[in-house]
């Protein structure tokens, strides 16, 4: 892994914040990624956060470098809005000027609102400034993130990009998405709305997994029936399951044989310990790192074709960038056929250099991210 251009540790004892923020490339004098929160944050997974960053942008063609933030600590603590006070304080000159963030696991866009009032600017607003694209993006009144392209934009654009990549994938393995078996780790804002694209292509979603447990049908879960009736944000609401619905432990979705794995949820759920599980020929990374790059080579030579997280998770991504560069202001639909149209494009480029050259998904996938940073940097 590369050397970061920045790497910074906050840390406030008397709110007990610590956080870490890494840009790993500035592109064009700005760089950007989520914040995440979670008691295992480290500065190393969020240096790798950075890195896959970096390869999202350039991948979905936006000019905008990487960089990931990550604060340590339980998401449902009472000091939570304390702690982003004091974040973005600490934080203030470097965020009002070159680094921008989102929501990620753990923090949502109403919750870094707090940390925005103390920077005293919002994540749009800095990045239509450096881009110089004031005039196409002022149309839009409402400049939160959540909003950009009306409401509910920021939780489904990402599952909508996961299954545009899902469905782009099995089709080129000489597949029909219609009934093919999905087991995924996660029922948050990604994972959900994959489950119900997917579903509403006629994939059958046979295993979700959330903090709770796992919940399996074999002839495919009712998805629209467990997202209207969910009540808690990540977690399936078992008491309005039928009881046909099987309960099983948190690490069962691997267990069942299902065409394709969605891993949606924590960096690492699938590693040494359970990668042996691993039935599927289709894996589609949801999460960030769900897997270490070791692991995706040993699911390589098992014959398991690995769309990598920064290819299949790139939706809010590709998504933001085509508002905030002016390229699709405001129009949802539009907005979200281009997201579609530019993730497939980035998995077909990598299944065909696979299968030409022989290489690992990851290779073919940062080659072709660097192949469109190179294009990017043509038209600047």
Request: aromatic share 6%; charged share 25%.
């Amino acid at each position: 892994m590369k050397e970061p251009v920045l790497s910074l540790k906050l840390a406030h004892p008397e709110t007990g914040l610590l956080a870490y923020i890494v840009v790993d490339e500035f592109v064009g004098g700005i760089a950007g990624g989520g914040m995440r929160m979670s008691p295992s944050v480290t500065e190393e997974e969020v240096r790798r956060l950075a890195e896959v960053m970096t390869y999202k942008w350039a991948a979905m063609g936006i000019p905008i470098g990487g960089a990931k933030m990550g604060m340590v600590g339980d998401p449902q603590n009472p000091k939570k809005p304390e702690m982003l006070r004091m974040f973005g304080k600490l934080a203030k000159p470097l965020l009002q000027s070159m680094v921008f963030t989102g929501p990620d696991m753990g923090i949502s866009s109403d919750e870094l609102g707090v940390a925005f009032e103390e920077i005293g600017i919002d994540t749009v607003s800095l990045v239509v400034r450096h881009l110089g694209t004031e005039d196409k993006v002022k149309a839009l009144g409402d400049t939160r993130l959540s909003n950009l392209a009306g409401e509910g934009f920021e939780d489904l654009i990402t599952g909508w990009g996961v299954a545009q990549a899902t469905e782009e994938a099995w089709n080129l393995m000489g597949n029909s998405i219609d009934d093919a078996t999905i087991s995924i780790q996660g029922f948050g804002a990604v994972g959900k709305s994959a489950a119900v694209f997917l579903h509403g292509v006629g994939a059958k979603v046979v295993c979700i997994s959330d903090a709770e447990g796992t919940v399996f049908k074999k002839d495919g879960l009712e998805i629209p029936a467990m997202v209207d009736n969910q009540v808690q944000v990540g977690l399936v609401n078992r008491m309005k399951l039928p009881k046909s619905v099987k309960r099983q432990t948190r690490d069962y979705w691997l267990t069942p044989k299902t065409d394709i794995l969605i891993p949606a949820a924590i960096p690492d759920a699938i590693d040494n310990s359970n990668m042996r599980r691993v039935k599927a020929s289709l894996i589609v990374e949801g999460a960030n790192i769900p897997a270490s790059y070791e692991i995706e080579e040993k699911l390589h030579k098992k014959g398991v074709f690995v769309v990598p997280d920064f290819i299949a998770n790139a939706g809010l991504v590709c998504g933001f960038g085509l508002i905030v560069t002016g390229t699709t202001v405001g129009d949802k639909r539009e907005v979200f056929h281009e997201t579609g149209n530019r993730i497939r494009k980035a998995v077909k480029s990598v299944y065909k250099s696979c299968k030409r050259r022989k290489i690992k998904p990851r290779q073919a996938a940062i080659e072709y991210s660097k192949r469109m940073k190179r294009k990017i940097k043509k038209q600047s």
